[in-house]
């Protein structure tokens, strides 16, 4: 069990760094319950993804957990190569693959059920439902506000070298 530094600390912590610590957290409680069945939190949140939401293209797959397409890709070819996912050509566009969970998954799929279960409840372990909203408000205002600060950093001058 990892410790925790002081409450009184923590009370002044900038927000960034209580998220990235939260994100932190989670991660690490799920390798232990990912170890059985060899899984990395990332590749754990692709076949959540995939259960919960049915088959998406690689990039819509990359935008829903939150990694970049290069890495989803090599996520995505490691749990093909373990028989996890397939992917076919998608019949609506030319060049777009579709992923989805390989037949046979359903022993695997009952147990990352569970995983996510556990998990989610544990998240919002004695929050009241006006918390969870709360809660759930000021992270979507803080990704609205770090996407600005990307789309600012992006559309900026990058300085040269002489």
Do not use: C
Not at 14 to 35: D, E, F, S, Y
């Amino acid at each position: 069990m990892q410790e925790h530094p002081p409450t009184e600390f923590l009370e002044r912590v900038p927000i960034g760094q209580l998220v990235a610590a939260t994100r932190r957290r989670i991660k690490q409680a799920l390798w232990g319950h990912l170890q059985s069945d060899g899984l990395t939190p990332q590749q754990y949140w692709i076949i959540v993804m995939l259960m919960e939401h049915g088959p998406h293209s690689l990039h819509e797959l990359a935008t829903r957990v939150w990694i970049d397409d290069p890495t989803a890709s090599r996520l995505v070819k490691t749990l093909a190569a373990r028989g996890m996912v397939v992917s076919e050509p998608d019949p609506k566009h030319g060049r777009r693959i579709i992923i989805r969970l390989a037949p046979g998954t359903e022993p695997l799929q009952k147990r990352v059920r569970a995983i996510a279960a556990k998990v989610r409840g544990a998240v919002e372990l004695g929050l009241e439902g006006s918390e969870k909203a709360a809660l759930r408000k000021a992270l979507m205002k803080i990704i609205a506000n770090m996407d600005a600060l990307e789309e600012e950093g992006a559309s900026s001058p990058r300085p040269t070298h002489a």
